[in-house]
């Protein structure tokens, strides 16, 4: 049968909407009933893609149930579901399948199923939920294919899973992390194609985060009720199609309202016949959206054939970066918040198994652990925020190495040994004038020993140390500025250069050696690839070139400079998570060091870098450690490269 179908144009609810004007059309559309049977008790259905339509339905009564065009059952899987998410064109050990969430009421479980060509149900895995009663599923394929879950419960918590691990073929259940969402969540949905989770405040409106693993959840509202925003009625449940358009049905007033945050498209849509269109799924087949609408008056499903006056948005082009994965990681730092920062690596060139990695603890002091990510030690000295090493035969100690790190706690240089066992010991402070102290970094020629600290303000100040035994002996050089706020910082030992991340507008290179008419100039700036905030960066030293990474904030990557004429970028990347051991991907990095060295499992030696975000399961932050042959090979892949 058809029914009126009335569209009305509404202006802007928030700015994403994008219209200033308000008009109302009238169009018709079949709406068809698609079904019903006697104590049914539905709840949500999605129609699959393919050549013979398909229609997948829950109940609490009768379980999933799949039927054929002519809504008649295929198959069935028992049990009392309400809730249905789920993604299509999954390989299971080689084999296409529709892989399926769904809520188990009975026992409060998430169930994963498979639904295969041949129309029959497997079931893959059950996963207790102890944490509260669960209201709301939906899943997310991430970029490189795997595909992870979003499960809310009755408090709000939002908590995410990775079910399944694309590279292996097959169902891998790890905890990634936890989040507040919204109270008595009515619906989740997820925007594959922009990585947008959406969660759905029934009296309050739409909620958007970002899906990424390695993301901050912060929250925006993209559509406000009544009286926040100008949608009438409570929004009971939520959809996305494929190309990103945010569908949402109001049963009070019989509507469906569709969003388009590309285009800024505002839609609201009255369903005539339908008493309470409690949910709604809608894909996208051919080019023309198709919805799939429950009424929990009625306790019947109902087919939106052709929303034909609704055009698909077009998708916005992104440059998708190489990803690399970490090999190792260290334990996590003691507390949550942001306290990890910068590590550096001491080499033991007598037996490289020994080498150490340095870490700061922002709230704590040093961290030191093995190549395997343990911690070793734990120097408990103020709130150090950068640390580095140098090893030189000048240098007059046990190992002929010496660490430094900035003490904010101290407004000082934190100066540090090794003994002959390869235990650091702090030795004492280097007094500066700095207001705020921040970051550091070492420097090594034929002149001495320097450190190089900056401040908040813009300035920076070198310092000579001569002795650590039996007194610090140590005085400032020289002292400079760049405009604004610096941290990261890398000198080369063989070219005497300095080279400096301003956070904010790029990177600053200088001599390193104490030239008092030396001058700074700016050699690469912040944009499209290299996003502020600049953070850590360092000089690496290989077989036929050098090169300098930089930690690129503003985007969650890595970026590679050629140290050669023009600073060629050669690569950025970012690093991403491994499943298969378990290691989570990185982001928010604010510190990295290289080193060239060969090293246990590392022929070409290591990038190691913070990261900010410590998934995989939830955890405070810690250091990564990636095989620089990683690295290599995508500078391999520049153009810039003979």
Not at 76 to 98: A, I, Y
Not at 361 to 384: N, T
Not at 539 to 559: E, I, P, R, T
Not at 567 to 573: A, G, R
Request: charged share 20%; glycine share 6%.
């Amino acid at each position: 049968m058809k029914y009126s179908l009335v569209t009305t144009l509404l202006c802007s609810l928030l700015p994403i909407m994008g219209c200033h004007a308000q008009k109302t059309t009238t169009t018709t559309v079949n709406i068809n009933p698609l079904f019903s049977e006697p104590a049914f008790s539905g709840k949500q259905g999605v129609m699959l893609s393919g050549e013979e339509p398909k229609w997948l339905l829950t109940s609490e009564s009768k379980g999933l149930l799949l039927l054929d065009q002519q809504a008649q059952p295929l198959s069935r899987f028992n049990g009392n579901f309400e809730t249905l998410t789920m993604r299509e064109n999954v390989l299971l050990n080689e084999e296409q399948s529709t892989l399926i969430a769904t809520i188990d009421n009975e026992h409060n479980t998430i169930k994963l199923l498979s639904l295969k060509q041949d129309n029959t149900f497997t079931l893959q895995s059950s996963l207790p939920f102890e944490h509260s009663q669960l209201e709301s599923l939906c899943l997310f394929r991430q970029p490189l294919g795997d595909i992870s879950l979003f499960a809310v419960d009755a408090v709000g918590e939002v908590h995410q899973f990775i079910i399944y691990n694309a590279k292996q073929q097959h169902i891998d259940i790890q905890p990634i992390r936890s989040f507040v969402g919204v109270p008595e969540v009515q619906g989740c949905a997820v925007d594959d194609s922009r990585e947008q989770l959406y969660l759905v405040e029934g009296n309050i409106g739409v909620w958007q985060y970002d899906a990424n693993p390695e993301s901050d959840p912060m929250r925006t509202l993209i559509v406000a009720a009544n009286p926040f925003g100008q949608l009438q009625g409570d929004i009971s449940d939520i959809s996305v199609t494929a190309e990103g358009s945010v569908w949402i049905t109001t049963p009070e007033n019989q509507q469906l309202h569709v969003i388009q945050p590309i285009t800024g498209l505002y839609q609201s849509i009255t369903l005539d016949g339908l008493t309470e269109p409690e949910t709604v799924n809608v894909t996208l087949h051919n080019k023309r959206f198709q919805a799939v609408v429950f009424d929990a008056v009625q306790d019947s499903y109902w087919q939106v054939d052709d929303l034909k006056n609704i055009v698909p948005q077009k998708l916005l082009k992104t440059t998708t970066l190489a990803t690399i994965s970490a090999d190792v990681q260290t334990d996590p730092v003691l507390r949550f918040g942001d306290a990890a920062d910068d590590p550096a690596i001491w080499v033991d060139q007598q037996t490289p198994a020994n080498s150490l990695i340095l870490g700061t603890d922002k709230r704590v002091g040093l961290m030191v652990y093995g190549l395997d990510g343990a911690l070793l030690q734990s120097l408990e000295i103020g709130r150090v925020n950068n640390v580095d090493v140098r090893q030189h035969s000048s240098i007059n100690s046990p190992l002929n190495t010496i660490i430094t790190a900035s003490n904010r706690t101290k407004s000082s240089i934190s100066v540090f040994e090794l003994d002959e066992q390869r235990s650091v010991h702090h030795v004492g402070e280097i007094a500066t004038d700095l207001g705020d102290i921040y970051g550091l970094c070492m420097y090594q020629s034929d002149s001495g020993s320097y450190v190089f600290v900056n401040d908040k303000d813009g300035r920076y100040q070198q310092y000579r140390i001569s002795a650590t035994k039996p007194n610090i002996v140590a005085k400032k050089v020289r002292e400079f500025a760049l405009p604004s706020q610096p941290e990261g910082c890398s000198a080369d030992d063989r070219t005497g250069k300095l080279y400096m991340g301003e956070e904010d507008a790029g990177i600053w290179q200088i001599d390193a050696e104490p030239n008092p008419s030396a001058q700074a100039s700016r050699i690469a700036d912040v944009g499209d690839i290299l996003k502020d905030d600049v953070e850590g960066m360092e000089v690496y030293h290989g077989q036929n070139a050098s090169y300098l990474v930089v930690s690129s904030q503003g985007n969650n990557s890595f970026v590679v400079y050629g140290l050669w004429d023009d600073y060629p970028i050669l690569t950025n990347f970012r690093i991403d998570m491994d499943l298969t051991n378990g290691i989570d991907g990185v982001s928010e990095t604010d510190g990295l060091t290289v080193s060239a060295a060969a090293l246990p499992g590392y022929p070409q030696g290591v990038l190691i870098v913070q990261d900010g975000r410590n998934q995989l399961p939830q955890q405070p932050q810690n250091f990564k450690v990636v095989d620089w042959r990683k690295v290599q090979a995508l500078i391999e892949q520049s153009d810039h490269v003979n």
